[in-house]
């Protein structure tokens, strides 16, 4: 697979579709428990990977692979992307004043949540690049894409 930054794109938009599943439900979870910053983070975090990995899973399981290389799959398409953009996008939430606290209803929270999913985007991009031209990351599930 050749590592162009089309197929790069391609391969954070997915991730971050999967990360902002998630980011966003452990928002709406964490605000409706009431919770504070770190349980809400770790939350986010947790159902980011969660959907991030369940996105491909579904691809490959539709493409007919067993549920025990699927997970390997997955594990290696994602991981490294997932983690690099729940950093940036966490650290961009946390350090916008008032985002964490802003609550559901508030512009500032999905302002800050959109800027920081659209800087996560920019700096996974080209690691995704980087990863794919190694072979690895994305490259390693294109072959069962359609």
Avoid at 75 to 100: H, K, Q, R
Wanted: glycine fraction near 8%.
């Amino acid at each position: 697979m050749q590592a162009t930054w089309k197929v790069a794109a391609s391969a954070t938009l997915h991730c971050l579709t999967g990360c902002a599943i998630g980011e966003v439900l452990g928002m709406v979870i964490a605000t409706a428990l009431g919770w504070h910053n770190l349980p809400s983070v770790v939350l986010a975090i947790v159902l980011a990977f969660f959907f991030g990995y369940a996105l491909t899973l579904r691809g490959l399981f539709k493409a007919g692979v067993d549920w025990r290389s699927a997970l390997r799959l997955a594990l290696a398409a994602d991981t490294l992307s997932i983690l690099v953009m729940e950093i940036v996008d966490n650290g961009v939430m946390l350090i916008i004043p008032g985002a964490m606290d802003a609550g559901l209803a508030s512009i500032l929270f999905w302002s800050a949540l959109a800027i920081s999913l659209v800087v996560a985007f920019l700096v996974t991009t080209p690691i995704n690049k980087w990863i794919i031209g190694r072979g690895k990351g994305h490259a390693v599930v294109h072959a069962y894409h359609h």
